[in-house]
């Protein structure tokens, strides 16, 4: 039997349930009661995240490897990573908002980079590998908690409130960490998390259901 055969979809907007399998890849399947869009089954589904997410791997590498900048306070100069700048917090005393800032600007995506990574190898390679499920559920789960970009607008307030006081040079983290966050929203835009949990049924065929 072709699992495809069982990719049903209910409308967010009537509640209709409805067969998307046959929509060919490239189309966009409308609900047949109230035309709202159902279902979108876009060309390299696998293949352009996958992509995706590997250049965002290497960026993140880059940008928690490399300094985000230097500030030159009175000839005194002080490199500062992604980890450090959460480390500064709690340097003055405030720890919770250090762990908030770490936690939503390194371990999440960090974590939701490597997962997806390892779930598009597996459904790209056709493997039912270990915790390809587990990670997908809690990839599902976690990304609406990844707050890179907010933390990219934290530093730009604090660089503009600094320029005055110190001479800031710009590092080979901080364009990583740009380049990071335009690649990761490309790279999650153009997930179809049905189709991901379709392959791996797929690829699956109930050796790895557990
Ligand atoms: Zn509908």
Redo the contacts with the bound molecule.
Sequence with gaps: MNINSNLLMV?H??D?VQDVSHIAEGNIGL?V????R?FKNPRSAIEKPLALIIACLILFIVANIYPIMTLNILGIERETTLTGAALIFFEQGRPDLAIVVWFTSVLLPGFSIFALCYILFSIYLQKCWRFTRYLLLWVSRLLPWGMMDVFLLAILVALVKLSSLADIVLGLGFIAFVALIVCYAAAISSIEMHILWNRLDKNSKGRCLE
């Design positions: 409308c907007e009537c209709t609900c009661c109230c035309g709202e159902l």
